[in-house]
């Protein structure tokens, strides 16, 4: 057999390994997690360095997947298998900017929720962006998204108050486009109960990573900080979710974005 063909045949292993789990919707508990992990073990397996090596090529591109780390040469090998796995196996392909690295892990892009709702047994949906309307700060905007769905027949809308980052240099499309992302997300979330978490590598390139020494009082602030992010993360209900309240500042847009999707996310599931 040429190399060629057994690259063939290694792909087709690599689809029945993926829908071994995507196309049995009716696994629950135990089996679901056992069918998932015998596929995470094929998929490693079949996706050996020599396998990996054009996959790589794909870092980078929006024909392939992006990544916070592009102008550094992107991620190695093992977390991009890594991520590449995990995105199979939310339905996401392996192509097509349908999902981005970020800090080493997974996020879904808004082609990536397109593909996934797109290819939803029984589901069809619009969503429609208003006007962005700027907030006082300048740093983020309000988005009114209007989606409707049916869902095996049965009808069902929702207009959700969308909040995304912005800067001087943001385009309305660019906003449109968050906020598209998000509204996608949202309507996933709503029909699966999978929570999606946000992220956008277009914001992470602008981050300065730099690594800089921190005062004591500055690395008490983070670990407060990131102590009421998981907890924003973790929370199961409203009132919950509402104690950590007094421990966002007035001034952390990101925190107070981040509540106040979380806590849509929860009013949705009552």
């Not at 040429?2 to 993926?18: G, R, Y």
């Not at 990544?67 to 996401?92: F, H, Q, R, T, W």
């Not at 847009?253 to 106040?260: G, N, S």
């Amino acid at each position: 057999m040429s190399t060629e063909n057994q690259k063939n045949e290694i792909a087709i292993q690599l689809n029945n390994a993926v829908g071994s789990v995507l196309n049995q919707t009716n696994l629950q508990g135990f089996e679901r997690a056992y069918a998932t992990a015998k596929s995470i073990e094929v998929l490693k397996g079949l996706l050996s360095p020599e396998y990996m090596a054009p996959i790589m090529q794909l870092q980078g591109n929006r024909l392939g997947f992006k990544s916070d780390k592009d102008k550094s040469g992107g991620y190695p090998v093992e977390i991009v298998k890594n991520c590449l796995i995990e995105a199979v196996l939310m339905g996401l392909q392996p192509y097509g900017n349908q999902f981005n690295i970020i800090a080493g892990n997974t996020y879904p892009t808004k082609e990536g929720l397109g593909h996934v709702l797109n290819n939803w047994s029984g589901l069809k949906y619009s969503l429609i962006c208003g006007v962005p309307r700027p907030q006082q700060d300048g740093k983020s905007a309000i988005i009114d998204v209007n989606i409707k769905w049916s869902l095996n027949g049965k009808d069902s809308s929702e207009t959700i108050p969308i909040a995304v980052k912005m800067d001087a240099y943001t385009s309305v499309d660019a906003l449109v486009g968050k906020a598209t992302r998000k509204g996608r997300a949202w309507l996933l979330g709503a029909i699966s109960g999978m929570e999606i978490t946000d992220a956008d590598v277009e914001d992470a390139e602008f981050l300065d990573v730099t690594p800089k020494k921190q005062s004591a009082q500055e690395v008490s602030k983070q670990k407060e900080r990131d102590r009421v992010i998981k907890h924003i993360e973790v929370s199961k209900d409203i009132e919950t979710l509402e104690r950590c309240l007094p421990a966002i500042a007035d001034d952390d847009e990101e925190l107070i974005i981040l509540f106040d999707d979380r806590k849509r996310e929860l009013k949705t599931k009552k």
